[in-house]
């Protein structure tokens, strides 16, 4: 089957660091995105890892565990804009363009 | 470049009608994804159009269609609407198929009343 878990809900403070957690269980596996939604805007893409280990890019970061089925966004020096939902999603082997999301978490930046 | 654009951008139907979404991709892009975001379900996968091909679809009835032009271009379609329709609907368009970011359109908020 096909399941994608994290958490529903974060809190955190402005200038601080968070680590939002996704595990996954799929059969074929083919990458793991991270996408950042603000409310009522389009997903915009954030990272893709394909391979295991860390993917830096400025103030976020993404780690993938393929033996584990475990994926982390990490973001440093949270800012008030970082406030949004953040959805992990795997690319299903073989389906190229088709991705299965989690139901996304929603981070709350406050001051 | 402009980006991935989706019209209407909000729609109001009763049960029981049919509706028409359209996305044009990015100057360039190849293939369409769809995919319907409910607040319960989140976003989840419809179809993929590829060269005016289905290459992918995801577990939805079959009131659910598309199809893709030959200027990549995108529509998909609802019939015999029910009020679980509604939902943001969301199209995605990328360079090719091996190419793995996707950019995301504003998306139509479609309600069934």
């Known amino acids: 089957g096909q399941n994608i878990d994290q958490p529903t809900e974060m809190t955190a403070t402005e200038g601080a660091i968070v680590q939002i957690n996704c595990t996954y269980q799929t059969s074929g596996f083919n990458g793991l995105f991270w996408y950042q939604q603000h409310a009522g805007e389009a997903p915009t893409f954030l990272s893709y890892?394909?391979?295991?280990g860390l993917e830096e890019k400025g103030r976020f970061s993404s780690f993938l565990s393929r033996s584990k089925g475990y994926s982390y966004l990490l973001l440093k020096e949270l800012q008030m804009k970082d406030s949004a939902s953040y959805l992990c999603?795997?690319?299903?082997?073989?389906?190229?363009?088709?991705?299965?999301f989690g139901a996304g978490t929603r981070l709350a930046v406050h001051p | 470049k402009a980006g991935v654009t989706q019209t209407p951008r909000y729609l109001i139907k009763t049960r029981g009608q049919q509706v028409t979404l359209s996305c044009s991709p990015i100057s360039g892009h190849r293939s369409v994804s769809w995919y319907q975001q409910t607040p319960g379900q989140g976003l989840q996968f419809l179809f993929e159009?590829?060269?005016?091909?289905?290459?992918n679809k995801g577990n939805f009835p079959g009131r659910f269609s598309g199809r893709q032009f030959s200027n990549s271009r995108s529509e998909m379609n609802v019939s015999t609407l029910e009020l679980g329709d509604s939902a943001l609907y969301l199209c995605?368009?990328?360079?090719?198929?091996?190419?793995?970011?996707?950019?995301f359109g504003p998306g139509t908020r479609l309600t069934v009343t």
């Open positions: 159009y590829f060269s005016e091909t289905q290459r």
């Open positions: 999603a795997y690319k299903v082997s073989g389906g190229y363009n088709k991705l299965i």
């Open positions: 995605a368009s990328s360079e090719d198929r091996r190419n793995y970011e996707q950019y």
């Open positions: 890892n394909v391979l295991d």
